[in-house]
């Protein structure tokens, strides 16, 4: 059963939140540390009181609850969504996935581009804001994706297409490899690429390998801790809004492109949905579940749009070893949350992708 959906906070659990973050204790931080040692004190400093006395949760709220919300029950885990229905009847649909840290969320300001052309299903990821928190193991991407694709069949669309960056790019490539018959193609933003010695490769790509190479000697600590102990950062970011902040918020800093950055009001948006919700822990478990369900192959069309500044740069040569290859991109501007900080740029891209190549 589809049932409607209305974000609604209690505010209680706001009063609460304003209570932890006007009772912070903030550690000290040496003299001219900048980015040494993490995030500057200074600057968390200003987001955490902004988000106290400036960010108003009520007003966001509502613009959010101007879009179609609704939640079903598959696999015995509550999911999230929203859809969005093209006005022209016999448009090809799209499922958008998001990724960490991010949410449904990511997708409003490509919401209104891509419904000319295209009805939209903008899930949220179980154990991620309305669709969390989970409460047994195992769901890895293959599970995800057979909930996306039951969903979609629920919605009844026959024929469909995919997008998603960071984990759902990782879930959209895998529905195409477990629902090939209704997946029509899969566009996604993000896509590693590791390095295959028989691949010769140019001067520019192996430049692109060597900062893979780089991430999979020092592997970031916030996907060791989630991929690890899920549970146990899970504590803190939990109990302290600032440390639910800075550990969202810090990956926004480092993962955007410095010409195109998001807004301090859709961050907080972003992790007030986290907090609210109570799911650091639910989806910081998708780091330790995730991969064990990630090397399935995908047949149908693939499309990637490549932005300069993400966290790693897609090499084709490998990717077409992999992938059947119809379309890509290259951008110079934006980053990891494409969707973000340059809609107008992704949202063309799908566009292109799945009116042109993919049909």
Not at 242 to 252: D, H, P, S
Not at 322 to 334: A, K, M, Q, T, V
């Amino acid at each position: 059963m589809i049932k409607p959906f209305r974000i609604d906070i209690p505010q209680a659990d706001l009063d609460d939140l304003n209570d932890r973050l006007s009772r912070t204790r903030w550690p000290n931080e040496v003299a001219d540390a900048g980015w040494d040692y993490g995030f500057p004190l200074a600057r968390l400093k200003e987001l955490a009181e902004y988000w106290r006395t400036g960010y108003d949760w009520r007003e966001h709220e509502a613009k959010l609850n101007e879009l179609p919300h609704f939640t079903t029950e598959i696999d015995g885990q509550n999911i999230h969504f929203v859809h969005i229905r093209s006005s022209k009847p016999d448009a090809l649909a799209l499922i958008l996935t998001h990724g960490w840290p991010g949410s449904f969320l990511e997708f409003l300001d490509v919401i209104e581009p891509l419904s000319r052309d295209f009805h939209l299903v903008i899930p949220s990821i179980p154990g991620f804001g309305f669709s969390g928190p989970t409460h047994e193991r195992g769901w890895d991407t293959v599970r995800v994706a057979r909930a996306w694709a039951e969903l979609m069949r629920r919605l009844g669309y026959e024929r469909y297409g995919a997008q998603g960056g960071d984990f759902g790019a990782g879930i959209s490539t895998t529905l195409g490899a477990v629902a090939p018959e209704h997946v029509v193609g899969v566009h996604v933003n993000y896509l590693p690429t590791r390095p295959d010695p028989d691949v010769e490769l140019s001067e520019a790509d192996e430049a692109r390998l060597d900062k893979v190479r780089q991430l999979m000697a020092n592997r970031p600590p916030y996907q060791a801790l989630q991929a690890l102990t899920p549970q146990t950062i899970g504590y803190a970011l939990t109990d302290s809004p600032v440390g639910q902040l800075v550990w969202i918020a810090e990956r926004f800093a480092q993962w955007t492109d410095p010409a195109t950055p998001v807004s301090d009001d859709r961050m907080l948006t972003d992790v007030s949905l986290y907090w609210l919700t109570a799911t650091a822990a639910s989806s910081g478990r998708f780091h330790h579940d995730a991969p064990r369900g990630s090397q399935q192959p995908c047949r149908v069309p693939l499309g990637v749009a490549v932005f300069a500044h993400d966290i790693t740069l897609s090499v084709r040569p490998l990717a077409e070893r992999l992938y059947d290859i119809r379309h890509w991109s290259e951008f110079e501007r934006g980053g990891h949350f494409a969707a973000m900080e340059v809609p107008e740029l992704l949202a063309e891209d799908v566009r292109d992708f799945f009116l042109t190549h993919s049909q």
